[in-house]
């Protein structure tokens, strides 16, 4: 990773001496991209560390969730910067001006090449973390960029299509704004504990009222911890209760939430008949 933040700051130092002496704001726009990648692969290792931490009396469910603000900075960051590179972008449009497409194509050439490298070393772990696929974003992102970049200089160069600089900007802060969108949603539903998408409470009720000792499942709660780990808890109603092991129900219910749903941690409350309301979701 620190590797990675070094190529990132001096990538971004050159495009913007590259971008003020072509007079490119496409230019400028991935050097602000490649500022805010180092920031965000910084906020990301940090994140990481934190999350290793064990938990203490004060935070019981640890640090895990230090990732999903992490991915919740980094989108919000670039979010941030795609709104005002637009802006930026239509005011050029206003005001044209003259680009130097030799030092404009070199600068961004480069800057591919290392936005590559950087997104190919974070590519393979950016899909087990959030956190990581935020940063993995803002890498690739600035690689989509690179080449729109190095095209608008071919064709500046050529055909003096000035008005494509800004046009570039514009499409490829819509392409990022869009992305970020997705990993927003996604963290602020983690951090509203919301639960995940491919998991339905009606077939978590479904398969574990079929383990024959058990008549019914109630108020019932499924959110994310991060966004691999997930949480169940629930009451569960027993037939015959007094003849019953208990422990070989809740083997059997935690064996079919882990390996059907992939529930690694859940709480379940045996009882008989106690609560007056069976439904699914307590609403209080």
Not at 51 to 63: C, L, P, V
Not at 86 to 101: D, S
Not at 142 to 148: K, M, N, R
Not at 221 to 233: A, I, P, S, V
Request: aromatic share 8%.
């Amino acid at each position: 990773m620190l590797f990675t933040i070094i190529l990132n700051l001096i990538i971004g130092a050159a495009e913007v001496i590259g971008g003020i002496f072509s007079g490119s704001l496409s230019l400028i726009s991935d050097a602000l991209h490649n500022f805010s990648d180092a920031l965000a692969i910084i906020i990301s290792y940090i994140a990481i560390k934190i999350s290793k931490i064990t938990q203490t009396e004060g935070f019981t469910f640890g640090f895990k969730r230090a990732e999903i603000l992490a991915a919740l900075i980094n989108a919000s960051a670039l979010l941030v910067i795609s709104i005002f590179l637009i802006w930026e972008a239509i005011e050029r449009f206003y005001e044209p001006n003259t680009i130097g497409a030799t030092v404009m194509f070199i600068v961004a050439l480069i800057g591919l090449i290392a936005n590559i490298l950087g997104a190919l070393l974070l590519r393979a772990d950016s899909k087990n973390s959030l956190n990581l696929k935020s940063a993995y974003l803002h890498l690739f992102s600035d690689a989509v960029t690179s080449v729109a970049v190095i095209l608008g200089a071919i064709c500046i160069h050529y055909w003096r299509i000035y008005w494509l600089d800004p046009l570039l900007t514009i499409a490829i802060s819509i392409y990022i704004l869009i992305e970020s969108f997705k990993i927003l949603k996604h963290t602020l539903i983690i951090l509203m504990m919301g639960k995940p998408d491919h998991i339905s409470l009606t077939d978590v009720k479904t398969a574990l009222e079929a383990i024959s000792e058990i008549d019914n499942i109630h108020h019932c709660h499924l959110w994310m911890l991060t966004d691999k780990l997930f949480h169940f808890e629930a009451h569960i109603d027993i037939n015959n209760i007094n003849n019953t092991d208990t422990d070989k129900i809740l083997h059997k219910a935690e064996q079919i939430l882990k390996d059907k749903f992939g529930i690694t941690h859940s709480t379940l409350q045996i009882e008989k008949s106690r609560c007056d309301s069976k439904e699914l979701l307590n609403h209080v």
